[in-house]
T-cell receptor
Framework: GAGVSQSPSNKVTEKGKDVELRCDPI?????LYWYRQSLGQGLEFLIY????????KSGLPSDRFSAERTGGSVSTLTIQRTQQEDSAVYLC?????????????FGSGTRLTVV | QKEVEQNSGPLSVPEGAIASLNCTYS??????FFWYRQYSGKSPELIMS????GDKEDGRFTAQLNKASQYVSLLIRDSQPSDSATYLC?????????????FGGGTRVLVKP
């Protein structure tokens, strides 16, 4: 697609429920990143997929968080047993991995509210 | 020490003046540097990239890179109220594979009419 697409744009869930957030990267971009941003805070790295390599999961805050990327394209971030501290905007970004580093393109994010 | 550091601001600038934003980074091997603009409630948008020492100009924006001193800066000339946003500095993560970036905490800029 023309840009990075994330869905849903907003999600309200009850504490303890599981949620799935979806990211569809720019066509041809082989790298995909998940970040989260709490209100008024900076970007917190979560996980990074590059091609067929094992993902860099070093930023996942707990084992309640997991992500997968199917067919090298669409990615799903799953949060199990959500807690109120999980409330944040979850941002997905993609980039090419050819010669040179041209930065990321971000999606518009999913605002998650845990009540 | 954070890997990428920025003054959180707010940086208050009168309309028409030059806004000067600074960013320092810790890894001397970094090669790629980016500035993102983030409006309140929106996602970050790439506005500048720089890879070589010196200045790079794009419209009212100038990025400056000094690898010896490990800093990168962004100048916004003729600042407009529409430039009011948080500006994020990002640097490639040398320890990671591929194009992973490390972000600073951002500098909030307020342009006052």
């Amino acid at each position: 697609g023309a840009g990075v697409s994330q869905s849903p744009s907003n999600k309200v869930t009850e504490k303890g429920k599981d949620v799935e957030l979806r990211c569809d990267p720019i066509s041809g971009h082989t790298a995909l990143y998940w970040y989260r941003q709490s209100l008024g805070q900076g970007l917190e790295f979560l996980i990074y997929f590059q091609g067929n390599s094992a993902p860099d999961k070093s930023g996942l805050p707990s084992d309640r968080f997991s992500a997968e990327r199917t067919g090298g394209s669409v990615s799903t971030l799953t949060i199990q047993r959500t807690q109120q501290e999980d409330s944040a905007v979850y941002l997905c970004a993609s980039s090419s991995t050819g010669l040179g580093n041209y930065g990321y393109t971000f999606g518009s994010g999913t605002r998650l509210t845990v009540v | 020490q954070k890997e990428v550091e920025q003054n959180s601001g707010p940086l208050s600038v009168p309309e028409g003046a030059i806004a000067s934003l600074n960013c320092t980074y810790s890894d001397r091997g970094s090669q790629s540097f980016f500035w993102y603009r983030q409006y309140s409630g929106k996602s970050p948008e790439l506005i500048m990239s720089i890879y070589s020492n010196g200045d790079k100009e794009d419209g009212r924006f100038t990025a400056q890179l000094n690898k010896a001193s490990q800093y990168v800066s962004l100048l916004i000339r003729d600042s407009q109220p529409s430039d009011s946003a948080t500006y994020l500095c990002a640097v490639n993560d040398v320890k990671a594979a591929g194009n992973k970036l490390t972000f600073g905490g951002g500098t909030r800029v307020l342009v006052k009419p």
